[in-house]
């Protein structure tokens, strides 16, 4: 992980609206003088500022070539806590919204010899952009994409092919995809990504683990947090930067606390799984409560996600 630097937002037009599969949309971005949008690489995802003041991730599934507009595949949450809901009731063929990013937390390694991509549901579309980029270099990958029926399968225009299997739990029993069999079965050195639901998340993960897999092979994205956010409070951010200090009360994240105190921190999902909140740490030990760091960075503790971990000391100190 690097520190996030916060890039200006740009005003986009939807322009177009597809039907994708059952629940599930594609939303066009295109700029408004119809220039070239900032590159980004397979893997990457935006911020879309909606008309009801969130801030929502959803990954890029248009090939990385495609520099002309930004397509996100969004899928209508019946537990939405807002985003969905307003992108699919609210937004229409035409809306300007603000757009950060891109942004990519989830690599895809070019190089690797062998690729192998594991996507369950809506956790297809940072996929979907990584197969059109191996078929575009000629790398050797393979898809295991499962979905609960067939007519939640998004992008089937575009991902069959050699090497990509589709699982439909209702046409075997209602058995999920035997994602411990594939990490199992993967070849050496090969570079596994898994994005999905959470029980698949925590499949792959455990797989990978019992296999012996090096974790710098091994590559998730979730779209949920794992853990609550760290609330305990009772110590404090020392800002190195911007001078000055603030108590943490028992309650309150870091964030909450600093912009009480007017200071402006960048955010967006404020659930540690966006990396925009990612901060240098000068001192202390963080409580890391992310979705985003490995082990090996957590021991490190150079850095944190300030929206919801918090600290083990009494004092911390932020690079702010």
């Known amino acids: 992980m690097s520190n996030t630097v916060q890039a200006p937002l740009i005003a986009m037009r939807l322009s177009a ?12 971005f295109t700029a408004l003088d119809g220039d070239a949008l900032p590159a980004f690489s397979a893997g990457a995802h935006i911020d879309l500022h909606l008309p009801n003041g969130l801030v929502r991730q959803y990954s890029l599934c248009n090939p990385p070539h495609e520099r002309r507009h930004y397509v996100v595949g969004v899928k209508r949450d ?15 063929a035409g809306s300007v919204l603000q757009v950060g990013g891109p942004r990519n937390n989830f690599e895809l390694h ?15 579309t940072p996929i979907a952009c ?3 980029r191996l078929r575009v270099l000629g790398r050797p990958f393979e898809l295991h994409y499962s979905v609960r029926r067939r007519e939640e399968a998004a992008f089937l225009d575009v991902l069959p092919g050699d090497g990509c299997h589709l ?8 058995a999920p995809l035997p994602v ?17 639901p959470g029980p698949m998340l925590d499949a792959f993960e455990a797989a990978a683990a019992a296999s012996g897999r090096p974790p710098a092979l091994v590559h998730i994205e979730r779209f949920s947090p794992v853990q609550p956010a760290a609330v305990a409070g009772g110590f404090t951010v020392k800002l190195a930067r911007s001078g ?13 606390t600093l912009r009480a105190r007017g200071i402006d921190v960048p955010a967006s999902c404020e659930q540690g799984v966006c990396g925009t909140c990612e901060t240098r740490v000068l001192a202390g030990t963080p409580d890391h409560r992310d979705s985003l760091l490995s082990e090996d960075e957590r021991r490190a503790n150079d850095v944190m996600m300030v929206c919801c971990s918090g600290s083990k000391d009494d004092l911390l100190v932020l690079d702010l």
Do not use: F, K, W
Request: with cysteine.
């Open 17 to 28: 609206i597809r039907y994708a599969a059952a629940g599930i949309n594609l939303y066009e």
């Open 78 to 92: 019946i537990n939405s806590r807002g985003g969905s809901r307003c992108v699919h009731d609210e937004l229409r």
């Open 167 to 174: 699982h439909v739990d209702a046409e075997h029993g209602g």
């Open 180 to 196: 411990a069999q594939i990490v199992a079965a993967a070849p050496a050195g090969a570079h596994l990504y898994c994005c999905g």
């Open 110 to 124: 070019e190089d690797a010899p062998h690729t192998v991509l594991i996507a369950g549901g809506i956790g297809v």
């Open 244 to 256: 000055g200090s603030a108590y943490v009360a028992p309650g309150q994240t870091i964030l909450e």
């Open 130 to 132: 990584m197969v059109e």
